[in-house]
């Protein structure tokens, strides 16, 4: 999750007269961590569906509200600047969205040069998915002359000098030498044409998803900025441009809107309307189990930067800020009544149930098996049960077949729930190249199949994987792994000859073990597939195992 770091002064500068002290008390009731301060500088944590509050602006914002110091939707200083942008039809089936804006009268210094780019790699990696479904492009836009141009370009008939560099590129030289173009290549290879933003000097702004123009590059003396998100997601795009823009705009930046001319629309960002959402009040005494009047809980609204209109004694109007991704359904503005009203003030009461609690024996299985890991010197993760099919199946090299998927995913990466431990331990090891050899790993987590014969269709199953990453692992590496877990939990190894598309031809196998009154085991083990590991970005060789637990726990 995005860490945040901030100074206590810029809070300061920002309006929020608190000391050190009260800063680091109030702030994690807001829904955030403490990771780590000293006398001058905070460093937060905040969960990736508050995108808003991952930079300073948007926290002191926040805060203002949490405060009682500022109540209701903020107001924004924003007039049409009068330029356009013209997107070109070749670029709808390669990034198809743009949306664009300038902020005028704003004041940077080093620090805050480095705050702004940190926030828009938050941005990338929470609203972009590390850019595929949004990018962003800041740019100093007094060294550029509108109206702007969004195009397909040929990648050998176009250069310009990419962000902190000095010759000049091919678009194709850019993917192929330069640091960040290598880093972010995948996203274009496949297309014959590279989107391009240009102004009316043909200077190019932006290749994106890629990389800046040096000459638009943001320092201490910039006042002015134009703002571009590109993406294959409108929504994401508006939604992300809003927070941007509202964010400048906290620190006295004055929005300028931009008029958008697609060939069969046109559109002008950033669109500032609130969203709205009934509320039913009930549903809130309900939800939060205490009574709290009418009139609290719209002050917890205008607490929490709403707007509301009362249309019943039972109903009230939501208006929520344009930079607010995070409100689908009632349930969550009922979240934000119960934060600004603070968890504190809701009383605790004993549930009326007359039964003794004690752990399920499913899950002191668990820790049988962590036991065991550990003394075997792994270290356990912890990863989603949501994934996408990229990771699961052509990642791992494995057919697609039937699965639950998610109805209205709320990012690309999260679209199924997963069938195999196996990519998520792959993910965590690209994740962590950079750690020290040998990596040893494990995950206990649930897996779910879809059960034709089942009421409910589904099947929740349990499993343990494992993963080794070194130089010299190996097939008997592994297998020694597998069968020293079997023995400690008091079955007979028993092994079969099997192919696994994941693993390499003849270096996998087929384990299965069973013991009376016990749970069987069925699973498989080996040395990882090379394709695999360069799906993952991986250099060693990777040996794995996954083994599922049936019928009654070991």
């Known amino acids: 999750m995005p860490v945040i770091?901030?100074?206590?002064?810029?809070?300061?500068?920002?309006?929020?007269?608190?000391?050190?002290?009260?800063?680091?008390?109030?702030?994690?009731?807001?829904?955030?961590?403490?990771?780590?301060?000293?006398?001058?500088?905070?460093?937060?944590?905040?969960?990736?569906?508050?995108?808003?509050?991952?930079?300073?602006e948007g926290i002191s914002r926040s805060l203002k509200g949490f405060l009682g110091m500022e109540l209701g939707i903020p107001k924004y200083t924003i007039k049409d600047s009068g330029f356009k942008v013209f997107v070109d039809e070749k670029i709808s089936k390669i990034r198809p969205f743009i949306a664009v804006c300038i902020v005028k009268n704003l004041e940077f210094n080093e620090d805050k040069v480095k705050q702004i780019m940190e926030f828009q790699e938050d941005l990338h990696w929470v609203m972009g998915r590390d850019r595929k479904k949004v990018a962003i492009g800041l740019h100093n836009y007094d060294v550029v002359t509108p109206p702007f141009y969004y195009k397909a370009a040929d990648p050998d008939n176009v250069a310009f000098v990419p962000l902190n560099s000095q010759e000049k590129m091919t678009l194709r030289e850019i993917l192929n030498k330069h640091e960040t173009g290598r880093k972010y290549a995948h996203l274009l290879k496949q297309y014959k044409k590279y989107p391009l933003i240009l102004d009316d000097d043909d200077n190019v702004l932006s290749m994106p998803p890629i990389i800046n123009a040096e000459l638009t590059k943001i320092d201490e003396n910039t006042k002015n900025v134009?703002?571009?998100?590109?993406?294959?997601?409108?929504?994401?795009?508006?939604?992300?441009?809003?927070?941007?823009?509202?964010?400048?705009?906290?620190?006295?930046?004055?929005?300028?809107?931009?008029?958008?001319?697609?060939?069969?629309?046109?559109?002008?960002?950033?669109?500032?309307?609130?969203?709205?959402?009934?509320?039913?009040?009930?549903?809130?005494?309900?939800?939060?189990?205490?009574?709290?009047?009418?009139?609290?809980?719209?002050?917890?609204?205008?607490?929490?930067?709403?707007?509301?209109?009362?249309?019943?004694?039972?109903?009230?109007?939501?208006?929520?800020?344009?930079?607010?991704?995070?409100?689908?359904?009632?349930?969550?503005?009922?979240?934000?009544?119960?934060?600004?009203?603070?968890?504190?003030?809701?009383?605790?009461?004993?549930?009326?149930?007359?039964?003794?609690?004690?752990?399920?024996?499913?899950?002191?299985?668990?820790?049988?098996?962590?036991?065991?890991?550990?003394?075997?010197?792994f270290q356990e993760i912890m990863s989603l049960m949501l994934t996408n099919e990229d990771t699961h199946y052509k990642k791992m090299r494995l057919k697609e077949d039937d699965r639950v998927q998610v109805s209205q995913p709320i990012s690309e990466d999260r679209t199924m729930i997963r069938k195999s431990l196996l990519g998520n331990l792959m993910e965590f090891l690209r994740d962590n190249r950079h750690a020290e050899l040998p990596q040893k790993i494990f995950e206990v987590g649930e897996a779910v199949y879809i059960d034709k014969k089942s009421e409910t269709k589904v099947k929740s199953v349990k499993k343990l994987a494992g993963a080794v990453m070194h130089s010299n692992t190996n097939f008997t590496e592994i297998k020694s792994i597998v069968a020293t877990i079997i023995k400690n939990l008091g079955y007979k190894m028993e092994l079969e000859k099997t192919n696994h598309p994941s693993f390499i031809k003849g270096r996998v196998a087929k384990v299965r073990a069973k013991m009376k009154d016990k749970a069987s085991i069925e699973g498989v083990f080996g040395e990882i597939h090379p394709e695999v590991i360069i799906n993952f970005d991986l250099e060693y060789p990777v040996t794995a195992f996954e083994l599922e637990f049936t019928h009654q726990q070991p």
């Open 5 to 56: 770091t901030i100074k206590f002064d810029e809070l300061r500068k920002l309006g929020i007269e608190l000391s050190n002290e009260e800063i680091i008390e109030t702030l994690p009731m807001l829904g955030c961590d403490i990771e780590d301060y000293d006398d001058n500088v905070l460093k937060v944590e905040f969960f990736p569906n508050r995108p808003d509050n991952f930079s300073v």
């Open 226 to 377: 134009l703002i571009d998100v590109t993406g294959t997601d409108f929504k994401a795009v508006m939604q992300t441009v809003n927070i941007l823009s509202t964010s400048f705009a906290e620190s006295g930046g004055k929005i300028e809107t931009v008029e958008i001319i697609y060939p069969d629309k046109k559109v002008k960002t950033p669109d500032l309307t609130p969203k709205t959402k009934l509320l039913n009040v009930e549903n809130v005494k309900k939800i939060i189990g205490h009574d709290i009047s009418l009139d609290e809980i719209k002050h917890s609204l205008l607490k929490a930067r709403m707007d509301v209109e009362e249309i019943s004694d039972d109903k009230l109007k939501v208006y929520i800020p344009a930079y607010r991704v995070d409100i689908l359904h009632e349930v969550d503005i009922i979240e934000n009544v119960a934060i600004q009203y603070r968890f504190n003030n809701i009383k605790p009461r004993l549930p009326k149930v007359a039964t003794v609690g004690e752990e399920d024996p499913w899950y002191i299985s668990d820790n049988v098996l962590r036991k065991i890991m550990v003394g075997l010197g």
